[in-house]
């Protein structure tokens, strides 16, 4: 557990969870070379996931879990994170959903049950696949170009997804879909092995490689009418507090960032000194600059998930609270990482060494959603609008 970490756990029970978290995390860290190289998700960290019994923590515990707060949650990501932020990212995505289905109920009883049981039972891993090419991110409303056409007591899906995480590992898809007739979006619980589907290898990005956000294509995928899990509008929509996992990856990638900078700077010395580079006093500027900036990005975080947690009949006006970290958090780690390349200086630029790949994976924080753009009108509506 890193230092920044230490005063937020408060008991034996958050200990031992993030013991769990720290494994994955050693697991992760032993595979990135390999995964951020092949834009591929780790067989092996994936197996020691599901020996953790990781993938059922967010259940409620009469489903087998262990009814985790919003504040463990982003314990446990921040942890993971610090190891490998891909392997954070794409989890987060897992255990947000199995938070939200079971706090929102959005889908009807039976269904959810057949899905936890699996979850608990096996360690299934899912994922929400939404993004599309044409529609961008799907919290701007684009409406799916994916199809769902009834056919008797059957509906076949066609289309292409885009950013499906862990793509090629995932137990099942919860896919967006325009219903023809129904004429309105509706979410599919679609079996991997469902004949139709395949995994399109485009994950070419800069950073975060190792998340294997391929495309996921549907070619007349036939599901039953009972996979029709959720539509749109059936709940009504509220704040999602799940979605901060997202600023805690990013704030695990920044404190390692902060972590392998210190470390050298107290073990490089150049022959131009006398003591390593963590005596110059530009180095120890930057030092303490990343020391303020992670202590606030921590208190604001970890201040927001207790409220979440310890009040929730005020969880339907936290909206801009939770943006307002996201925006807030992403925004510092890319600061604090970028702090730790200049104290790293050149040799930060080499393969050999952490930092590129942190400075790498930090940036993808900024487009993930909710974008900082919409936060800042989200915050100025708020404040003129009182």
Same mark, same amino acid.
């Given at each position: 557990m890193n230092d920044l970490l230490q005063s937020l756990v408060k008991n034996e029970r958050q200990r031992r969870l993030i013991e769990k978290a720290s494994i994955i995390a050693d697991e992760a860290r032993s595979h990135v070379m390999e995964t951020d190289r092949d834009a591929a998700f780790s067989d092996q960290t994936l197996k020691v996931i599901k020996q953790e019994k990781y993938p059922s923590l967010s259940l409620p515990a009469k489903y087998g879990g262990e009814d985790l707060s919003l504040y463990e949650f982003l314990l446990l990501?921040?942890?993971?994170?610090? %190891?490998?932020?891909?392997?954070?990212?794409? #989890?987060?995505?897992?255990?947000?959903? #199995? #938070?939200?289905?079971?706090? +929102?109920?959005?889908?009807? $009883? $039976?269904?959810?049950?057949?899905?936890?049981?699996? /979850?608990?039972n096996e360690q299934k891993v899912v994922n929400r696949i939404a993004s599309e090419a044409a529609t961008g991110s799907p919290t701007r409303g684009g409406v799916p170009e994916t199809t769902a056409v009834r056919r008797n007591d059957r509906y076949v899906l066609s289309g292409r997804k885009t950013f499906a995480s862990m793509a090629d590992h995932l137990d099942y898809y919860i896919v967006s879909a325009y219903v023809e007739d129904l004429d309105n979006v509706g979410w599919f619980l679609v079996d991997r092995h469902q004949p139709g589907l395949h995994v399109d290898k485009t994950w070419d990005?800069? %950073?975060?490689?190792?998340?294997?956000? +391929? +495309?996921? /294509?549907?070619?007349?995928?036939?599901?039953?009418?009972? &996979?029709? /899990? $959720? @539509?749109? %509008?059936?709940?009504?929509?509220?704040?999602?507090?799940? @979605?901060?996992?997202?600023?805690?990856?990013?704030? %695990?990638?920044? /404190?390692?960032?902060?972590?392998?900078?210190?470390?050298?700077?107290?073990?490089?010395?150049?022959?131009?000194? &006398?003591?390593?580079i963590s005596e110059v006093g530009h180095i120890r500027d930057k030092v303490g600059e990343m020391e303020w900036k992670l202590m606030q990005a921590h208190s604001f975080m970890y201040a927001t998930a207790r409220k979440w947690d310890e009040e929730p009949e005020k969880r339907s006006e936290m909206g801009a609270d939770l943006a307002a970290v996201k925006l807030a958090v992403t925004n510092t780690a890319n600061e604090v990482v970028d702090l730790a390349m200049r104290i790293a200086g050149g040799r930060g630029l080499s393969k050999q060494q952490p930092f590129e790949k942190y400075y790498r994976d930090v940036r993808a924080g900024l487009h993930n959603p909710p974008m900082d753009d919409a936060v800042i009108r989200m915050l100025a509506g708020k404040a003129l609008d009182q």
């Open positions: 990501q921040e942890t993971i994170a610090e %190891g490998d932020g891909s392997t954070a990212l794409s #989890m987060g995505w897992h255990l947000g959903i #199995m #938070m939200e289905l079971s706090e +929102d109920n959005p889908w009807k $009883e $039976e269904a959810f049950e057949r899905l936890a049981y699996e /979850v608990a990005t800069l %950073g975060m490689r190792g998340t294997e956000s +391929d +495309d996921l /294509v549907l070619e007349e995928v036939e599901v039953s009418e009972n &996979d029709l /899990v $959720e @539509l749109k %509008g059936e709940v009504k929509p509220s704040p999602k507090g799940w @979605l901060l996992h997202i600023p805690a990856c990013y704030l %695990g990638i920044a /404190v390692a960032a902060r972590n392998k900078s210190i470390e050298f700077a107290t073990t490089f010395q150049p022959n131009s000194l &006398d003591t390593t």
